[in-house]
């Protein structure tokens, strides 16, 4: 549950939860246990006692059934328990015995008037035996009775009651043992039983430990993946991920070892030409003959080198850009034939240096329908290597094509940079996207990233790149420069922000 700050709250021992979800319970049902057993110990207790209510008040019933046909005007006395029998009902210690006897109109003819009498809704059958809770006073009594039809009535005729009560003193003793007979052992079955629940959990939590000590006791440098073996099957699928994980990890380590190495190579050729031209120069002008002429070609060697040096830093920086997967996820709508054209325009004046025919073919950039989701500083980084690598590529005379056009669905914007080079072999199109690869044999000096760096944005937009030669393209339009080759043509294709806008939210 979230607090109220926002934040997920802290999680606890997940020993704890367990043994609280367990316990709970536990400790949930035994009070009512302990209710269903004194419940249960009532009925057990006042069964017997009830039989011997019962027996009592039936041999009163048939008693007063037997005298009632040969009453000759001795009136009450005739319903009178003997000395005897009412001396028995009254020995008993610990309770105490009332009985009563009313006659056909309801008049007390024996026993002991403050007995109450059963409720006007009850039913009345002849020598059906029943019992009922009540009181005596202040005393609570278990009362057993019964409606007596005398000998030589007609059936349907009037009956007599007969009442026997025995306050609840020896049931609520019996009760009790009982109860503690039950409960007592349970107040040393529960301890333990936690106990035994706690043992469990620790025993089966254990593992949990093992895989934590392995983990801990590795060396930061290792990134080989957990036995899966030597772990409960309740947890193989996170050791699983965290496996994952660790290959994923270990495979982008590896790749930027990798990338820093060859960047630190690529980085070696520049400053060894730097301090190789400044040690030349020294020694000329150690010697004395150090002539203007000299030291302008030096300088401009050294100019040169700090040149390629900062281009290979930025192209670093730039790759390091593209990586950057947060800054990659900050979207926004982008018009890509603006951006198509203000990086041709910032590279006419280098074209013009090598007389390179330098140009944009697509659709005016106020069209809408241009427009992608994009991180535009990315973007505009792709289009930028994009154009670098065409003109490094292509020879005096060249032409270089840069265009944003709209495919006829309305699915994708289409951005292609095309040129009049030597093209690429279709056996080095894939190499030529990794890092610092370059194709031998072009003489071209570059810093073997710009394509790298242009995958990487092309998969971080989630676009489609193809590379094919654009000889059939001029050839078809009739615009190849005599000379040339059958240069190199890079499509990228976008999902246009209609698209996105219309697609269902994922």
Sequence with gaps: MP??????????????????????????????SVALTWLVAQGIASRPYDRELGEMARSLGQQVAAAAPANTGKGKDRYALAPEAAALLRADASDTVFYQVLGLRGELLSGDATLPVPAEEASIVPWELQFR????????????????????????????LVQVAETMGK????????????????????????????????????????????????ESSDLSPIDEQRVPDE???????????????????????????????????????????????????????????ELKR??????RASERAAHMVNQLLAMARAEDVEQALRREPVNLAEIAIDTVRDFVPRALERRIDLGYDGVVPDDSRLCVRGQPVLLGELIRNLVDNALLYTPAGGLVTVRVVED??????????????PGIAPGEREKVFQPFYRSLGSGVE?????????????????????????????????????????????????????????????
């Design 171 to 218: 049931r609520a003793r019996l009760t009790n043992e009982i109860i503690k007979g039950v409960i007592l052992p349970q107040f040393v079955i529960l301890p333990l039983a936690v106990l035994l629940v706690w043992l469990a959990l620790a025993r089966g939590i254990s593992p949990l430990n093992e895989l934590q000590r392995r983990i801990r006791s590795r």
């Design 3 to 32: 607090t109220r700050d926002g934040a997920s709250p802290q999680q606890g021992s997940l020993f704890g939860e367990i043994l609280d979800w367990m316990l709970a319970p536990l400790l949930l049902i035994w009070p009512i």
């Design 298 to 303: 030096s300088l401009a060697q050294i100019a």
């Design 235 to 293: 947890v193989a699928p996170l050791v699983r991920a965290i496996n994952d994980l660790l290959a994923r990890l270990d495979s982008s380590m590896s790749r930027q070892k990798h990338f820093l190495a060859d960047a630190a190579h690529q980085l070696k050729t520049p400053l060894a030409g730097l301090r190789t031209q400044a040690e030349l120069i020294q020694r000329e002008i150690d010697v004395g003959r150090a002539s203007p002429e």
């Design 133 to 160: 809770d009540d009181e005596v006073g202040s005393d609570a009594v278990r009362v057993a009775y019964l409606w007596v039809a005398p000998e030589g009535q007609a059936v349907g005729a009037k009956t007599m």
């Design 408 to 421: 006829p669905f309305g699915q994708v914007v289409v951005l292609q940079v095309e040129d009049s080079g």
């Design 446 to 506: 570059g810093s073997g990233l710009g394509l790298a760096i242009v995958k990487e944005i092309v998969q971080q937009h989630e676009a489609e790149m193809a590379l094919d030669d654009a000889r059939v393209r001029r050839a078809a339009g009739g615009e190849s420069p005599d000379g040339q080759g059958p240069g190199a043509r890079f499509t990228i294709r976008f999902p246009a922000l209609s698209r996105l806008r219309s697609s269902p939210p994922s």
